[in-house]
C-alpha cells in the first residue's frame, strides 16, 4: 500500500508516473512535521536505500545529503555523490518505506546524532511524502516502481564489455584499442569516447583533425562488432560560431541570472552556459541534437558533468581574485592562509552559483538550487524523449553521471570518478542495492578503478565482479597507468576466461534484468531481501544476490586467497576458472572459509534454482542464439525450472509472451 501526502507548494518533478490521491494526515510511522520527520530506531533495524551513497548497504550511523555533487573523491565522510535517490526502506521492528518527491536538498540522520533516531530534513516544505508498506523489502521497492515507471531498458549489446578511457584522443588510439582486443580474442561489444573526440569540448561536435571520418571509423568498428559511445556533456561551450551555442542563445534555451543574462560557468569546454532541462521545448531542442551523432553511426551516449558541475563562475572568480588582491603581498598568518586557500578551493560547484541563476518552471522562473537535483535527470530525460521520437520503438544506450529517481526510465546510471582502491571495490559492492532500490537498474562502477594508478590483481578482482553488474565498463583517467585488459600480459588468460564467462551468462543475465525490469524487481539486491527472518543474512554487508538463482561472494582485499562467506541456505559452490573448467561442491547452511584464487570467481547457485549458459563469443552479436544451453543448476529433487528470456535485444517490444520459454530439468 502507498499513501500519499502533500505539503506546501511543490514544484513539480514529473518523477511519479502513477498519481495517488493526497490523504489526509497523521502521516503513518513518522513523528514531526513537514520540515522534519523523525522516526526512533529500534536495535535491530536496518536501513536500506538512499541509492548511491558512501558506506554501507545498511544505512544507518552516517548522516547523507540528497545533492548531486560533482566530487572524486569518494571517502567515507562524504554526505553526497552524484545521485540524489530520496527512498529508503526501514526493516525491522516495522518495515515500511519512504520516498520524497521533492527536487531539493534532503538531509537524512539515519542515527549519527543520535544512534536510535533518523531525521529526515528537506531544505523547504513543499513536496509529496509517500509511505509504502508491503510484505517485504523487495515487495515495497516493487510498488515504488509501479509508482514512477519501469526501468530503463538497455539494448543488448550493451550487456557486453566495453573499454573506455579518457585520453582515446585520434582514430588511431581507438584501433589500437580495438586491435589489442581482437588481437588476444578479448570479448569487446563497446569502445566509449570521452571528451577528446569532441572539438574543444563543445558537445556535438567532432574533431576534425583528430577524428576526421568518425561514421567510417563507426563503421569499421562495427564490423568488428563493436559500437563507438560517445560522452555529451552538460556544459555548453561558449562559442559565437557552434550551432548549439548560436541557437541556445537565440532562443532564450539556457539558464538565466536574476538580470536576465544566461548564466556562464566554467567546466571542461571552458566557459559554458546551461541549458534549461526543465523547459520541454528546451529538452526536445538538446535531445535532438544527439542526432548530429547517431547520423554518424552512432548508437549510444553517457551523460557526464551534469549535476551540473560548475568549476568556477565569472562571479565567483571576481570574487576569489578580490580576496588574494587582498592578501597579496601580506605576511599570511595561519587564517589569511587557509582563507586564501578555500577562496580558490571553494570556487567549485559553489552554493553561490546553484542560487544565482533560474529555470523557467511553467512559465514562473525557479531558483536553481531549488530544484538542483532535477538537472541531470532532465538531461537525461531530453536524450530518452528524443531518442523515442527519432527512432520510435528501438532502444538507445544511454547511462548518466547525475540522477534522481524518474531518470531511471530514460538511463542507467555509472558510479563516477572512483579511485583504483580496493576500498573502492567494496564500496562498488555496496552501492549497487541501493542504486537498483531507486530504479537504476542498469549500473555499474568503473571497472578497475578511474582515478589512480590501478594495480593488475585490482583489475582482475574488480572484473570479476564486474561480470554480474548490467553495465560491465573498464574506465580510468586521463595520466593513469594504462588498464585496458590486454596491458597484463600475465593476466590476460583468466582476464578472458572471465569476459568470456560474461558473455557465457548473458542468456542468465539479460533474463534476469529483463525480468526485474518488467516486473518491477531488483537485478541485484542485499542477501536480506530474499531471507528477511535471518539474522546473520541482514548484517551481510559483502555478498549480493543477482537475480532468482544466483549470489555472489566477490574477493575484494588485496593478496586474499579465500574470503569467508556466510549461506542462509545449502548452495552449491561453482569455484570457476573458466566456462568450462570449475569445481563444484554442496556447501551446507552457515559460514564458510572459501579459497578463491586470483583467477577464480566464486558462484553460488541457490536450491531449487537453475543458470541458464551459453557459448561465449567476441561481441553480444555474434553470439550463436540457436546453439544449445547448458544448465548449471543445483536441483536437491532432481527438477527445476527456469524461465528463460529472449527478443531481439534492439526493439521495445518487450511484453510479447513468446519472449518467454520455460526451460524444465525433470528427475528423469
Ligand atoms: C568526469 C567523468 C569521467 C570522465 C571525465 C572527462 O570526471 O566522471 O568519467 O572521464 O569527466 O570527461
Known amino acids: 500500500m502507498i499513501q500519499r501526502f502533500s505539503f506546501g507548494s511543490m514544484i513539480p518533478t514529473d518523477t511519479v508516473v502513477r498519481p495517488l490521491p493526497v490523504q489526509a494526515g497523521p502521516v503513518p510511522f513518522l513523528q514531526g512535521d513537514a520540515a522534519c520527520w523523525r522516526y526512533a530506531l ?119 564489455f566495453g573499454q573506455s578511457r579518457w585520453g582515446y584522443k585520434t582514430e588511431a588510439d581507438v584501433r589500437a584499442v580495438a586491435k589489442g582486443y581482437r588481437e588476444n580474442d578479448l570479448p569487446l561489444d563497446m569502445i566509449y569516447m570521452d571528451i577528446d573526440y569532441m572539438d574543444g569540448f563543445a558537445d556535438f561536435t567532432v574533431d576534425a583533425e583528430r577524428f576526421p571520418d568518425l561514421a567510417g571509423l563507426a563503421a569499421e568498428m562495427k564490423q568488428q562488432g563493436i559500437r563507438l559511445v560517445p560522452i555529451i556533456d552538460a556544459g555548453i561551450k561558449q562559442k559565437a560560431d557552434d550551432p548549439t551555442c548560436r541557437e541556445g542563445l537565440e532562443k532564450g534555451y539556457f539558464c538565466k541570472k536574476a538580470d536576465g543574462e544566461p548564466f556562464v560557468g566554467a567546466v571542461w569546454p571552458g566557459k559554458a552556459y546551461f541549458a534549461d532541462f526543465l523547459r520541454p521545448e528546451v529538452r526536445r531542442w538538446f535531445g535532438h541534437k544527439y542526432k548530429v551523432l547517431r547520423d554518424q553511426g552512432i548508437e549510444g551516449f553517457w551523460n557526464d558533468m551534469n549535476e551540473p558541475a560548475i568549476f568556477y563562475s565569472e562571479e565567483g572568480l571576481a570574487q576569489a581574485f578580490e580576496k588574494l588582491d587582498q592578501l597579496k603581498g601580506k605576511n599570511l598568518d595561519l587564517y589569511d592562509y587557509f582563507s586564501m586557500k578555500d577562496a580558490v578551493l571553494g570556487l567549485s560547484n559553489s552554493a553561490a552559483d546553484y542560487a544565482s541563476f533560474y529555470h523557467e518552471v511553467n512559465g514562473q522562473p525557479v531558483r536553481h538550487d531549488r530544484i538542483h537535483n532535477l538537472y541531470g535527470y532532465n538531461m537525461t530525460r531530453a536524450a530518452g524523449e528524443a531518442f523515442d521520437e527519432l527512432r520510435p520503438g528501438k532502444r538507445t544506450l544511454m547511462f548518466s553521471r547525475a540522477s534522481c529517481i524518474g531518470a531511471h526510465r530514460y538511463g542507467g546510471i555509472w558510479l563516477g570518478d572512483n579511485c583504483a582502491w580496493w576500498s573502492h571495490l567494496l564500496q562498488n559492492i555496496r552501492q549497487i542495492p541501493g542504486v537498483q532500490m531507486c530504479g537504476f537498474l542498469f549500473t555499474g562502477a568503473d571497472l578497475g578503478g578511474f582515478g589512480c594508478d590501478t594495480t593488475p590483481d585490482l583489475v582482475l578482482r574488480w572484473t570479476e565482479f564486474g561480470i554480474f553488474t548490467p553495465l560491465m565498463r573498464n574506465h580510468a583517467a586521463l595520466g593513469t597507468r594504462d588498464q585496458e585488459l590486454y596491458r597484463f600480459d600475465k593476466q590476460l588468460p583468466a582476464l578472458r576466461n572471465m569476459l568470456e564467462l560474461r558473455y557465457a551468462l548473458l542468456p542468465y543475465i539479460y533474463s534476469e534484468y529483463m525480468k526485474a525490469a518488467l516486473h518491477d524487481g531488483l537485478y541485484m539486491r542485499p542477501l536480506a531481501f530474499d531471507y528477511p527472518a535471518d539474522a546473520a543474512a541482514r548484517q551481510v554487508e559483502d555478498q549480493l544476490l543477482v537475480g532468482e538463482s544466483i549470489m555472489v561472494a566477490p574477493v575484494y582485499t588485496q593478496n586474499a586467497t579465500g574470503r569467508y562467506v556466510y549461506l542462509p541456505e545449502p548452495m552449491k559452490l561453482l569455484r570457476l576458472r573458466s566456462v568450462e573448467d570449475y569445481d563444484e561442491e554442496i556447501l551446507p547452511a552457515g559460514h564458510h572459509y572459501v579459497p578463491c584464487a586470483l583467477d577464480e570467481v566464486l558462484l553460488f547457485i541457490r536450491p531449487g534454482h537453475i543458470v541458464p549458459v551459453g557459448k561465449p563469443a567476441q561481441s553480444v552479436d555474434a553470439l550463436d542464439a540457436a546453439a544449445p544451453l547448458t544448465l548449471w543448476s543445483y536441483l536437491p529433487d532432481g527438477s527445476g525450472e527456469y524461465l528463460l528470456y529472449t527478443d531481439d535485444g534492439e526493439t521495445t517490444d518487450y511484453d510479447r509472451p513468446e519472449h518467454w520459454q520455460t526451460l524444465r530439468v525433470d528427475a528423469q
Do not use: M
Open 42 to 160: 529500534a536495535p535491530g533495524d536496518v536501513v536500506y536505500g538512499l541509492g548511491e551513497t558512501t558506506r554501507g548497504i545498511n544505512k544507518r550511523g552516517w548522516h547523507y545529503a540528497s545533492h548531486c555533487s560533482d566530487d572524486p573523491s569518494h571517502t567515507e565522510d562524504k554526505q553526497s555523490l552524484y545521485g540524489a535517490h530520496n527512498f529508503f526502506v526501514v526493516s525491522g521492528e516495522k518495515t515500511f518505506g519512504v520516498f520524497l518527491d521533492y527536487g531539493g536538498r534532503v538531509e537524512y540522520d539515519i542515527g549519527y546524532t543520535d544512534t536510535d533516531l533518523l531525521t529526515v530534513a528537506p531544505a523547504e516544505p513543499d513536496y509529496d511524502l509517500y509511505i509504502l508498506t508491503g510484505s517485504s523489502a523487495a515487495d515495497i521497492c516493487a510498488q515504488l516502481r509501479a509508482l514512477v515507471g519501469r526501468s530503463y531498458i538497455p539494448p543488448k549489446w550493451a550487456f557486453g
